[in-house]
């Protein structure tokens, strides 16, 4: 059974720092995805990683996929309040294209 | 602009009701999923489509059935409606994994 497993999961920060989640899983995938959900929202796709080492950018957030260490991570740079939201990730079971969601990161950035 | 639409956003219902919850998609997509999840937590995999006529049951057990008769459509049915099924109902579509999902915007269902 995969399991997807988020680190942390209450994360509180200030404006203008940097910090890395994690997501590890546990049984053999090359796509991973993170979606961040605003609350009472839904999801809104952030990244797809197809391969070990992708890395994908879009303004302050970096996803980057490691398939052997079965790990990724959701790096925040210069933090601001506006990324305060939800952030999921999620793994594809290999051949079965179902997603399993981790518990998801709660992530305040405080002025 | 949405491309996948689901509805009721909001229901608030009595115990021993039958609903259907409506998820409807304009992108042609084959895969279509259902996923439950109480607020802040993670999205359990209640069913999935692969396509017309095609319905699976996900990961996690559910009192609820679906049906797939129209590549846009996936609605989702309780037939008796208890408080445990109180949760929010996220309905999404994939074009393939290349992709990821496209999430609706849920519908939230309160059972009293």
């Known amino acids: 059974e995969l399991k997807v497993e988020q680190n942390p999961l209450f994360l509180s920060m200030q404006e203008g720092k940097n910090y890395t989640i994690y997501c590890n899983y546990s049984?053999?995938?090359?796509?991973l995805y993170w979606y961040r959900q605003d609350p009472g929202k839904s999801l809104e796709s952030l990244f797809v990683?197809?391969?070990?080492?992708a890395v994908k950018q879009e303004g302050r957030l970096m996803a980057s996929l490691d398939t052997k260490a079965r790990l990724s991570t959701l790096h925040i740079t210069a933090a601001v309040h506006d990324l305060s939201a939800t952030y999921f990730c999620?793994?594809?079971?290999?051949?079965?294209?179902?997603?399993?969601f981790g518990q998801g990161t709660r992530l305040t950035i405080n002025p | 602009e949405a491309d996948i639409y689901q509805t009721p956003r909001y229901l608030v219902i009595g115990t021993g009701k039958k609903i259907t919850l409506e998820c409807s998609q304009t992108?042609?997509?084959?895969?279509m999923y259902w996923y439950q999840q109480d607020p802040g937590m993670e999205l359990h995999l209640i069913h999935y489509?692969?396509?017309?006529?095609?319905?699976e049951k996900g990961d996690l057990s559910s009192e609820s059935t679906v049906s797939r008769i129209r590549t846009e459509h996936f609605p989702l049915t309780l037939e008796s409606a208890r408080p445990s099924h109180t949760s929010q109902y996220l309905c999404?579509?994939?074009?393939?994994?290349?992709?990821?999902?496209?999430f609706g915007s849920g519908t939230r269902l309160t059972v009293v």
């Open positions: 992108m042609g997509h084959d895969k």
């Open positions: 489509s692969y396509g017309v006529n095609s319905t």
């Open positions: 990683l197809l391969s070990n080492g």
């Open positions: 999404a579509s994939s074009r393939g994994f290349n992709y990821g999902y496209t």
């Open positions: 999620a793994v594809d079971i290999q051949g079965a294209q179902k997603l399993v």
């Open positions: 049984t053999t995938s090359d796509r």
